[in-house]
């Protein structure tokens, strides 16, 4: 039993900080957005979801029992959430603060409102952990199966450019600590999400792996190309150039049927000519 419970918290543990780097991944992002005030185009969709996955999460661990490790991480990813989104409306345009304030309205205020009132005045002890395990697990499997759009976009263009390979290993590994702190808690709303979350960083890892060097074949084909090209003129001009050396010799028939020349030199340099055309044709 000690044991189980020294894994359980190790897995936890673990989870938190690998969680935590996760987390801290955006910083150089909106340190960059920060430094030359403005967001470049960046979307906060990522960041609203995630800020809604945590109050979520935060909400159904104070309802659960022994969830401190859950309670620890999801308050640490609600500050870092708030902050990257403040810092986004902060430097955004007209057009994309709008659609933050839109989205945070449907997801942060009436989503999770909707939420609260619903679990806390309809169900109460375990069923409310339950329904709150529910309404966590269905939505951390929807923010998992995300990714897809992004792995069709790699499989589309044969490029990682937005799949970053340190954010895909890390979530991975993520996954995987998660997974056993829930199958050693006996917790299926937390481990089964995090099996769909372990597949999915695999498959992006493989196509980093498959798709990571694709610009070689694309600079060698201009190459041959050129080179291919190179060939054809020289070939050309040594047509050309051989074909004006060439002092046309026409012969003459004579009553019987057959050439006839007017004197040796012709014949000689007819025969020499004909020599000529025959190399030069086996050389090209």
């Known amino acids: 039993m000690a044991l189980h419970l020294t894994w359980m918290l190790a897995?936890?543990?673990?989870?938190?900080?690998?969680?935590?780097?996760?987390c801290l991944a955006p910083l150089p992002t909106f340190y960059q957005i920060y430094k030359k005030k403005t967001s470049e185009g960046f979307q906060s969709i990522p960041y609203v979801i995630?800020?809604?996955?945590?109050?979520?999460?935060?909400?159904?661990?104070?309802?659960?029992e022994d969830a401190i490790l859950l309670i620890t991480i999801n308050t640490f990813a609600f500050f870092m959430e708030f902050g990257y989104i403040t810092v986004y409306l902060l430097y955004a345009t007209k057009k994309d603060k709008i659609l933050t304030f839109k989205l945070l309205l449907l997801f942060n205020s009436f989503g999770f409102g909707l939420i609260c009132v619903l679990t806390l005045f309809l169900t109460q002890g375990q069923k409310r952990v339950q329904v709150l395990g529910w309404i966590c697990m269905i939505f951390s499997l929807c923010v998992f199966v995300a990714p897809l759009f992004i792995v069709r976009e790699v499989i589309k263009t044969k490029s990682v450019e937005f799949m970053p390979i340190s954010l895909s290993f890390f979530l991975t590994l993520s996954a995987v600590m998660w997974f056993f702190y829930g199958y050693l808690k006996k917790d299926q709303f937390v481990a089964v999400p995090n099996i769909l979350g372990f597949l999915f960083g695999i498959i992006q890892m493989v196509l980093y792996v498959i798709y990571r060097n694709p610009m070689k074949l694309l600079v060698a084909e201009p190459k041959l190309q050129e080179l291919s090209h190179e060939h054809i003129v020289e070939i050309r001009n040594l047509g050309t150039a051989i074909c004006s050396e060439i002092n046309i010799v026409i012969p003459q028939l004579n009553d019987s049927g057959k050439v006839a020349f007017e004197d040796e030199i012709a014949k000689e340099l007819l025969t020499k000519q004909t020599q000529e055309i025959t190399n030069a044709t086996n050389k090209i």
Do not use: D, E, P, R
């Open 11 to 22: 897995f936890g543990l673990l989870g938190n900080l690998i969680s935590c780097l996760v």
């Open 50 to 64: 995630a800020l809604f996955s945590a109050m979520l999460w935060l909400f159904y661990a104070i309802f659960s």
